[in-house]
């Protein structure tokens, strides 16, 4: 903390990625609580002052000391101080792109978690849907395949932030805004297409939870958009994209014809939590992608992330479970031997060339 004043651009740099893999590891509230206010003087001059790598590293840190302050008067406070700053940054077209994107998650973040008053909810509604769907792309038809990281920060937050809007202003939206989003999976940008139709059927999801009706002249049109997505073969594009993208619109494509949605299990520790929705998915995407390999500590042992997945509190466990609750490295070996033959066994049959293939 000390070195983020530092004078040399290198030593903040350094000393910000080491306070990301701190924050990002670690729950540290009271030790943060107490230095709050330092740590945020230090983040707003590497924003203000910093370039480039240095303002998107101090963008996530910020986010990291938010998710660490949690929801209550400390990570209001630190949210409503540099709101104006990240705004500033995300809406200059000058500042690198590094840092925007991280401006455009910092602010989804921090908001989603902190915001008290529905004026800086629908405020930061507006700045980040400003950047996904500027006036250009209405013509066009698509984002700038240039700003295709960019685009996809602000479509995140975005979403992540309908996820807690009150009804009134998310009929609004329904009724608005969504018809901005089709035209952006037709981006080159793989990413971008994919949060593109994420976003769609989260808003149809929102919709059905307010009992509202999304069905429109374009509707017919959409469902053939993601038909094709979902079973696009182009060889232009990477194999690993093709089989990303079918997937994930086959997903999107059932539970907008059928309601379905497919069930997926997240383990972390003794404990594991079911996102079954697409509001709760695009949570713990959010996350996930700011934690890394540090959510599954956090899942276990941030009251925050607890009371948002609906986890209790955290659990407390003696020596004598811990050790009850491992697996021998003999037992392991033992299991997967296990699944190797089993695996083999299945594969051989399909591989036979006796085998019938109907």
């Known amino acids: 903390m000390d070195s983020l004043l530092d ?6 740099q350094a000393a910000l990625q080491s306070l990301r893999l701190a924050l990002s590891s670690k729950t540290l509230p009271e030790f943060l609580l107490e230095r709050r206010l330092t740590l945020t003087d230090s983040l707003e001059k590497c924003l203000k002052k910093g370039k480039g790598e240095e303002q998107a590293l101090a963008g996530t840190v910020l986010t990291l000391l938010c998710l660490q302050m949690g929801s209550g008067p400390e990570g209001e406070e630190v949210f409503r101080s540099l709101k ?3 705004i500033s940054v995300l809406t200059d077209s000058t500042a690198s792109p590094g ?6 998650t910092a602010l989804g973040m921090c908001c989603y978690i902190a915001a008290a008053d529905l004026e800086d909810l629908v405020s930061c509604l507006s700045c980040l849907e400003g950047i996904f769907s500027p006036p250009s792309t209405g013509e066009g038809g698509s984002a700038p395949a240039q700003h295709g990281p960019l685009h996809c920060s602000a479509l995140q937050s975005w979403s992540l932030l309908l996820t807690i809007c009150p009804p009134s202003h998310l009929r609004s939206i329904l009724d608005n805004h969504w018809l901005q ?9 793989v990413a971008l297409r994919i949060l593109a139709g994420e976003t769609i059927a989260l808003l149809f999801e929102l919709a ?3 009992e509202e009706d999304l069905c429109h002249q374009d509707t017919e049109f959409l469902c053939t958009q993601l038909k094709v997505l979902a079973t696009e073969s182009n060889k232009y594009r990477a194999k690993t994209d093709r089989r990303r993208q079918r997937s994930i619109f086959r997903d999107i494509l059932r539970f907008i014809e059928s309601g379905e949605y497919q069930e ?3 383990r972390f520790g003794l404990e594991c939590m079911y996102l079954d929705s697409w509001a709760r998915q695009r949570t713990y995407q959010a996350f996930k992608e700011v934690l890394g390999s540090g959510i599954h500590h956090h899942l276990q042992n941030n009251e ?6 609906g986890l209790g509190p955290p659990l407390v466990l003696d020596a004598a479970a811990l050790k009850a609750s491992k697996v021998s490295r003999f037992e392991k070996h033992l299991y997967n031997s296990a699944a190797f033959k089993a695996r083999t066994k299945a594969r051989s049959r399909v591989r036979d060339k006796r085998a019938d293939v109907l």
């Open 304 to 309: 925050l992330l607890r009371e948002i997945f």
């Open 181 to 189: 989003l089709p035209p952006l999976l037709t981006s080159s940008s």
């Open 7 to 12: 004078k040399s651009a290198k030593a903040r």
């Open 208 to 210: 059905q939870d307010l």
């Open 264 to 266: 997926e299990t997240i």
């Open 99 to 104: 840092a925007r994107q991280s401006c455009a």
């Open 84 to 86: 104006p700053l990240l």
